[in-house]
């Protein structure tokens, strides 16, 4: 799991996020591990690595295995947006928008930050595929 302080800032923000981009792209169901599951959580890993896997079922690119774009391909800058708040135990939240396949629509993901025992960690609140 990746842990942030609890004083975390916006920067620690931004490169625990792209770390766990990077993860992402390599090996979905590793990045999926590195996330805090609540329990009663709704997304499984297995919904999880089949929407970014197959897109959604859709037939944009046939016989072609989907995957999220490498952080280092894309402008960190416009796909990763962070807000810092605090409202009851989540403080902050991460909009990510990256391509799947470099070249095909994005993955919308949002993460919030919460606190899990004396750290903060990183919850998925919204994963889809445009």
């Known amino acids: 799991m990746i842990f942030l302080s ?4 916006e920067d620690d ?8 981009l990077d993860v992402l792209a390599s090996d979905a169901s590793k990045a999926w591990n ?3 599951h ?5 997304m499984t890993e297995e919904l999880f690595l089949d929407l970014i896997g197959t897109y959604e ?21 416009k796909s ?12 902050g ?4 928008n990256l391509p799947l396949n470099g ?5 919308v993901a949002e993460l919030g930050i919460v606190r899990k025992d004396d750290k903060c960690a990183f919850v998925l609140q919204e994963l889809h595929v445009m």
Not at 69 to 77: A, D, F, G, M, Q
């Open 38 to 42: 609540p329990a009663g959580e709704e």
């Open 13 to 20: 923000v931004f490169e625990a996020v792209s770390q766990w």
């Open 93 to 96: 939240g991460v909009a990510i």
């Open 103 to 107: 070249e095909v629509s994005d993955l």
């Open 57 to 77: 079922d859709l037939e944009i690119l046939p016989d072609k295995p989907y995957a999220v774009t490498r952080l280092s391909k894309v402008e960190k800058e």
């Open 6 to 9: 609890t004083e975390f800032t």
């Open 80 to 91: 990763i947006r962070i807000s810092l708040w605090s409202h009851q135990a989540v403080y």
């Open 34 to 36: 590195l996330l805090f």
